[in-house]
């Protein structure tokens, strides 16, 4: 317990910031056999405030994309270390098939026409602190952050307006 605390008052340890910097619609069709695959390129911001401590991203990832409690489309990204006192963009595609039946597919149009559309995305990214120019790893935390997400549009070829972004994160240590 006496290590944490002097850990702690050296390091002053801050978590990260994290949002949604931008979503742009590769694909999305809706197929004649009620199949909609859908594919998009996301960009998160992930700031570090700290100025002795970076952050090496597990690619044991998996980022998705949920609509209508149905996931849209689903990747991970590469490991990645962000540095201390550092900002970094993580770039990943996002693909997905899945069955859509009439009822969605309504609700989908009436969303799209009024401008309003509800996503959440989900992410499970394992997070490992580090410390020093040689990247003396810490401990292993799995963060799990979900972020709601009210688009304008999802047509393919076209960036959506993000009119809504509101983002909760969770940490366990324990793994």
Not at 4 to 28: C, E, H, N, T, W
């Amino acid at each position: 317990m006496a290590a944490v605390a002097i850990m702690y008052f050296i390091f002053r340890p801050q978590i990260p910031m994290y949002g949604i910097d931008s979503l742009q619609v590769k694909a999305f069709e809706m197929r004649n056999d009620s199949k909609l695959y859908t594919e998009m390129a996301v960009v998160v911001r992930c700031e570090n405030p700290n100025k002795k401590i970076g952050f090496k991203y597990g690619e044991d990832n998996s980022v998705s994309i949920i609509y209508s409690d149905g996931e849209l489309c689903a990747g991970k990204f590469e490991s990645l270390l962000q540095a201390a006192k550092s900002t970094v963009m993580i770039n990943m595609t996002l693909k997905g098939e899945r069955e859509v039946d009439s009822k969605e597919k309504e609700q989908f149009m009436a969303q799209q026409k009024e401008g309003k559309i509800p996503l959440v995305l989900i992410s499970n990214i394992p997070v490992t602190p580090v410390i020093g120019g040689n990247i003396h790893e810490l401990w292993n935390v799995s963060v799990r952050a979900n972020c709601l997400m009210v688009v304008d549009n999802i047509q393919k070829d076209k960036t959506p307006n993000i009119s809504h972004k509101e983002c909760s994160f969770a940490a366990h240590f324990w793994n």
